[in-house]
């Protein structure tokens, strides 16, 4: 027989602790997949930062139950595409599989990086996330658009409107571009200098009204990011005058400008089709929790909820119905998703703020709250079904609180 404490679970759990360099200290602090009787601890090869970052799924509470698709992916993971000029990477149905609505890029441009005039088939979405950026774009009836933007402000151009975006001075900016199409991806954008390149130069030059000598020099391919001189520091100063005008809805929202809703646990603000009247595709919220604080359990009935998540840690359980739940733990850089009418809540499982963006293929924002749904409800029928006293019900809420 084995020595008390040294069977061969225990010193393969001890081999396990040596080779990857862990202290006995350390060792006791990690986690494990055991809960009262349930489970066993891991005696084979792991990744304890891995398991750090999501202690809800090594150890998943009681709740939780039946076959659920993943719900989280991290920009950390995906492809960096590196130019002079800055990077870009993107989490999209491929990433995601289950995310079929919504997609999303993340690119950094230098001062003066230029991610090349383009257009795509779907509509776009950004945030900014820091810095500053010139954006331009011209509408089907020829109204031209610029401006700049800085952290927190939205763009939104909508599907085949052709459109750039520069870095501007000092450190150029970092932004995030969301798309109502899971397959959407940066690969299938319609490019100025691909177009050129795949255009024969004398049917070009005519159709331009110069001389074929002028495109000697076009690229042999999509540029995609490059390094330009920063563009004038007055907006005025780069404005192209047009008889017709700008483009009649601005494409531009200065998001925190707008007042947040103050609720006991954090603030929203939302921007859809009744405040941002262009976006029609693309309804978000900007969701801050302070510590101690979450976004109450809700549902959205009309669209798939997309969440990227901007700083502090969170945790999410969701609710699919036929007795199947799942928790996820989310870090900044982190998308979320949640299927239509799938019940959710968003707790700030940090010492920080927690600030998400949630976004919907959709016009508007609506969401659902349980706790109002309840206390407008009779209470004689919601005491039939949870057997909560009557008591306790009357001191439900009856305004919605997103955040608690």
Same mark, same amino acid.
């Given at each position: /027989?084995?020595?008390?404490?040294?069977?061969?679970?225990?010193?393969? @759990?001890?081999?396990?602790?040596?080779?990857? !360099?862990?202290?006995?200290?350390?060792?006791?602090?990690?986690?494990?997949?055991?809960?009262?009787?349930?489970?066993?601890?891991?005696?084979?090869?792991?990744?304890?930062e891995r398991e750090q970052e999501n202690p809800d799924i090594l150890r998943p509470p009681s709740t939780d139950h039946g076959s659920m698709p993943n719900l989280r992916f991290s920009f950390a993971d995906a492809h960096m595409k590196m130019r002079e000029g800055g990077w870009s990477r993107e989490v999209t149905q491929r990433e995601l599989p289950i995310s079929t609505t919504m997609a999303g890029v993340n690119m950094r441009l230098t001062s003066g990086g230029v991610r090349e005039l383009h257009?795509?088939?779907?509509?776009?979405?950004?945030? /900014? @996330? #820091? !810095?500053?950026?010139?954006?331009?774009?011209?509408?089907?009836?020829?109204?031209?658009?610029?401006?700049? +933007?800085?952290?927190?402000?939205?763009?939104?151009?909508? #599907?085949?409107?052709?459109?750039?975006? *520069?870095?501007?001075?000092?450190?150029?900016?970092?932004?995030?571009?969301?798309?109502?199409?899971?397959?959407?991806?940066?690969?299938?954008?319609?490019?100025?200098?691909?177009?050129?390149?795949?255009?024969?130069?004398?049917?070009?030059?005519?159709?331009?009204?110069?001389?074929?000598?002028?495109?000697?020099?076009?690229?042999?391919?999509?540029?995609?990011?490059?390094?330009?001189?920063?563009?004038?520091?007055?907006?005025?100063?780069?404005?192209?005058?047009?008889?017709?005008?700008?483009?009649?809805?601005?494409?531009?929202?200065?998001?925190?400008? *707008?007042?947040?809703? *103050?609720?006991?646990?954090?603030?929203?603000?939302?921007?859809?089709?009744?405040?941002?009247?262009?976006?029609?595709?693309?309804?978000?919220?900007?969701?801050?929790?302070?510590?101690?604080?979450?976004?109450?359990?809700?549902?959205?009935?009309? #669209?798939?909820?997309?969440?990227?998540?901007?700083?502090?840690?969170?945790?999410?359980? +969701?609710?699919?119905?036929?007795?199947?739940?799942?928790?996820?733990?989310?870090?900044?850089?982190?998308?979320?998703?949640?299927?239509?009418? /799938?019940?959710?809540?968003?707790?700030?499982?940090?010492?920080?703020?927690?600030?998400? @963006?949630?976004?919907?293929?959709?016009?508007?924002? /609506?969401? +659902?709250?349980?706790?109002?749904?309840?206390?407008?409800?009779?209470?004689?029928?919601?005491?039939?079904?949870?057997?909560?006293?009557?008591? +306790?019900?009357?001191?439900?809420?009856?305004?919605? *609180?997103?955040?608690?």
């Amino acid at each position: /027989m084995n020595p008390p404490g040294n069977s061969p679970t225990r010193r393969t @759990l001890l081999a396990s602790v040596a080779a990857l !360099g862990l202290t006995a200290a350390s060792a006791q602090e990690m986690s494990e997949p055991v809960m009262n009787s349930n489970g066993a601890p891991i005696a084979g090869p792991r990744n304890p930062e891995r398991e750090q970052e999501n202690p809800d799924i090594l150890r998943p509470p009681s709740t939780d139950h039946g076959s659920m698709p993943n719900l989280r992916f991290s920009f950390a993971d995906a492809h960096m595409k590196m130019r002079e000029g800055g990077w870009s990477r993107e989490v999209t149905q491929r990433e995601l599989p289950i995310s079929t609505t919504m997609a999303g890029v993340n690119m950094r441009l230098t001062s003066g990086g230029v991610r090349e005039l383009h257009w795509h088939k779907q509509a776009e979405w950004s945030f /900014m @996330l #820091a !810095g500053r950026a010139r954006i331009t774009a011209v509408d089907n009836d020829g109204h031209n658009f610029i401006a700049d +933007v800085g952290p927190g402000d939205l763009w939104y151009f909508p #599907a085949g409107i052709p459109h750039s975006i *520069q870095g501007l001075p000092d450190d150029g900016c970092e932004f995030l571009l969301a798309f109502p199409d899971g397959e959407f991806s940066e690969d299938s954008t319609f490019a100025i200098t691909d177009l050129f390149t795949h255009n024969d130069r004398s049917t070009l030059a005519k159709n331009l009204g110069i001389g074929i000598n002028a495109l000697d020099r076009i690229p042999k391919e999509e540029l995609f990011i490059f390094q330009a001189e920063p563009p004038p520091q007055n907006l005025s100063a780069d404005a192209v005058r047009n008889r017709l005008g700008e483009v009649p809805s601005d494409m531009v929202f200065r998001l925190m400008q *707008q007042p947040a809703t *103050q609720y006991p646990g954090g603030n929203v603000r939302i921007a859809d089709t009744r405040n941002f009247p262009i976006s029609t595709d693309v309804a978000a919220a900007l969701v801050e929790v302070n510590p101690g604080h979450m976004r109450e359990l809700h549902w959205h009935p009309n #669209a798939d909820e997309w969440q990227y998540y901007i700083s502090g840690k969170a945790r999410m359980t +969701v609710f699919a119905a036929e007795a199947r739940a799942r928790t996820f733990d989310y870090r900044a850089g982190d998308v979320g998703y949640v299927p239509m009418s /799938m019940s959710h809540f968003v707790e700030n499982a940090g010492s920080e703020p927690l600030r998400f @963006l949630e976004l919907f293929k959709a016009p508007r924002f /609506m969401d +659902v709250s349980l706790a109002q749904w309840m206390a407008l409800t009779p209470p004689e029928l919601v005491h039939a079904h949870l057997k909560i006293d009557r008591a +306790v019900l009357d001191q439900l809420r009856k305004d919605k *609180q997103p955040v608690v």
